[in-house]
T-cell receptor
Framework: DAGVTQSPTHLIKTRGQQVTLRCSPK?????VSWYQQALGQGPQFIFQ???????QRGNFPDRFSGHQFPNYSSELNVNALLLGDSALYLC?????????????FGDGTRLSIL | DQQVKQNSPSLSVQEGRISILNCDYT??????FLWYKKYPAEGPTFLIS?????DKNEDGRFTVFLNKSAKHLSLHIVPSQPGDSAVYFC??????????????FGSGTQLTVLP
């Protein structure tokens, strides 16, 4: 039973570029959440997708956008990259109506902006 | 505004002894709390959770205590093992119509268990 998978593992970009990160949820899960973890900090919620719609959003600018596909996989897109976007990006999956069940995380994508 | 706080960046414990990791929160709407463990180059792994209707939950060597009046929770690991050495994150969420919700994390505590 595959867990949450993310790709790529590492990515290096320059300021102003655009990036797309990908996530496949754990089997049986229908909801995908994205988090940004800066060095020395805890993960910070970006947004959450269910039924191909953004359902909740954290305090992140519109440069951060996402998509969910019919197979529940998801993409995170970041435009006009800034040095401050350098971080570990984590994807977590869960079941929409199982509020008392934990979210399961992938190993993340390490994004470095030069 | 940090709604979930872990005030100890690091903790060292001797193997076999108890490890106690603490977490404080400010948002009274939080009703579900979790602890995750994170090794380098891996994603957070779920350890144990507790809902606000309980004050204690146990799973093997791990016990989480919740004090709602103090807005404080703690994770006890007994006995501690060298493999427990990792960063531990406390997380909290608030009910949204019974649906899956966003997690608010603390900044983590690095636990080192010494052999």
């Amino acid at each position: 039973d595959a867990g949450v998978t993310q790709s790529p593992t590492h990515l290096i970009k320059t300021r102003g570029q655009q990036v797309t990160l990908r996530c496949s949820p754990k089997s049986g899960h229908d909801t995908v959440s994205w988090y940004q973890q800066a060095l020395g900090q805890g993960p910070q919620f970006i947004f959450q997708y269910y039924e191909e719609e953004e359902r909740q959003r954290g305090n992140f600018p519109d440069r951060f956008s996402g998509h969910q596909f019919p197979n529940y996989s998801s993409e995170l897109n970041v435009n006009a990259l800034l040095l401050g976007d350098s971080a570990l990006y984590l994807c977590a999956s869960s079941t929409w109506d199982a509020w008392n069940q934990p979210q399961h995380f992938g190993d993340g994508t390490r994004l470095s902006i030069l | 505004d940090q709604q979930v706080k872990q005030n100890s960046p690091s903790l060292s414990v001797q193997e076999g002894r108890i490890s106690i990791l603490n977490c404080d929160y400010t948002n009274s709407m939080f009703d579900y709390f979790l602890w995750y463990k994170k090794y380098p180059a891996e994603g957070p792994t779920f350890l144990i959770s507790i809902s606000s209707i309980k004050d204690k939950n146990e799973d093997g060597r791990f016990t989480v205590f919740l004090n709602k009046s103090a807005k404080h929770l703690s994770l006890h690991i007994v006995p501690s093992q060298p493999g427990d050495s990792a960063v531990y994150f406390c997380a909290a969420s608030a009910t949204r119509g019974g649906s899956a919700r966003q997690l608010t994390f603390g900044s983590g505590t690095q636990l080192t268990v010494l052999p």
